[in-house]
């Protein structure tokens, strides 16, 4: 008796996830069985060029390569929208009278620069790789 009064006093929220999670659960093991059939697609190479099989260096080096151009361009996408934020934080300053306008304008002139450099530098990166 004391376990069903315990299985009674969990939410129903409770109840509802943990049948989630179970359906989610059973859904990726019958995915687990098809993968372990054999029949795994082929690995995609990296984009620096296909290797030489048993080069596993070379096969390393490139998939790194490309995670650097990948965290790179992340890097530009944060920067783009701190400056994003950044330029909206201080247009409502100016429009509250907290800041100058002239603020504002060196604000996006120096951001322009600032990302048009970042572009600069993602291009250079993945022309080197």
């Known amino acids: 008796m004391p376990l069903i009064n315990a299985v009674s006093a969990i939410p ?3 109840h509802r996830g943990l049948r989630t999670l179970t359906v989610a659960g059973m859904a990726l093991m019958s995915q687990a ?3 372990l059939d054999g029949n795994l697609p082929s690995p995609v190479d990296p984009s620096s060029g296909a290797v030489d099989d048993g080069d596993w260096i070379s096969l390393i080096r490139g998939y790194i390569a490309d995670g650097a ?3 790179g361009l992340a890097v530009g996408t944060v920067g783009l929208l701190w400056i994003a934020y950044t330029a909206i934080a ?3 300053e100016c429009r509250q009278g907290k800041a100058e306008w002239s603020e504002l304008g060196v ?3 120096v951001g322009a620069v600032v990302l048009l450099f970042v572009m600069f530098l993602i291009g250079q990166a993945a022309d080197v790789f």
């Open 69 to 71: 151009l990948v965290l």
């Open 107 to 109: 604000l996006g002139i």
């Open 33 to 35: 069985a098809h993968a």
């Open 90 to 92: 201080k247009f409502n």
């Open 12 to 14: 129903r929220q409770v």
